[in-house]
């Protein structure tokens, strides 16, 4: 499935990112950059503000296929991630990694949401990697498929 999430079409995965503190994610965000030039199956959206964030979900809400998100603003804060994965999960399944200061504050259990603490970076990271793997693997069987498909038809 193409999508148009960062104002391109594009087939690759589309991926949103929200954290409000960058430093939080940025070997994350580092780790994709680095291997975006040798895999340009992913392209990925970073929100550092929660209202944008939500605005950019729910602009680009069938698109997203994979959701890596902070719950809260201040560990002694509000959880205003809590709304987007509510959303999210109300209607769709979509790979989810909550990477929040305690995994323990997801209300929404399912095998497609991963938790991790902010202090397991190189976690989330392994899952993206994972991930994306899976997806390159899916896009390139659905394309053989694709192309089977043809040459049988123009073959008959």
Same mark, same amino acid.
Request: aromatic share 10%; charged share 30%; glycine share 2%.
């Given at each position: 499935r193409c999508a148009d999430v960062t104002g391109v079409q594009t087939c690759a995965l589309p991926i949103l990112i929200i954290d409000d503190k960058r430093e939080s994610v940025q070997g994350i965000l580092d780790f994709l950059d680095e291997n975006k030039s040798k895999n340009k199956k992913y392209e990925y959206v970073y929100r550092d503000k929660f209202e944008e964030g939500q605005q950019y979900f729910e602009k680009y809400?069938?698109?997203? !296929?994979? $959701?890596?998100? !902070?719950?809260?603003? !201040?560990?002694? +804060? +509000?959880?205003?991630?809590?709304?987007?994965l509510q959303k999210l999960w109300d209607t769709r399944f979509v790979p989810t990694v909550v990477f929040s200061v305690s995994s323990n504050e997801v209300d929404v259990k399912h095998n497609l949401i991963a938790?991790?603490?902010? !202090?397991? +970076? +190189?976690?989330?990271?392994?899952? $993206?990697?994972?991930?994306?793997?899976?997806?390159?693997?899916? $896009?390139?069987f659905r394309i053989d498929l694709y192309l089977s498909v043809f040459i049988i038809h123009f073959l008959l």
């Open positions: 809400f069938a698109e997203i !296929d994979v $959701l890596v998100l !902070d719950l809260r603003k !201040d560990p002694l +804060e +509000e959880y205003p991630g809590k709304n987007i938790t991790f603490n902010k !202090d397991e +970076e +190189e976690k989330v990271i392994s899952w $993206l990697q994972v991930f994306i793997v899976i997806h390159n693997q899916v $896009l390139n």
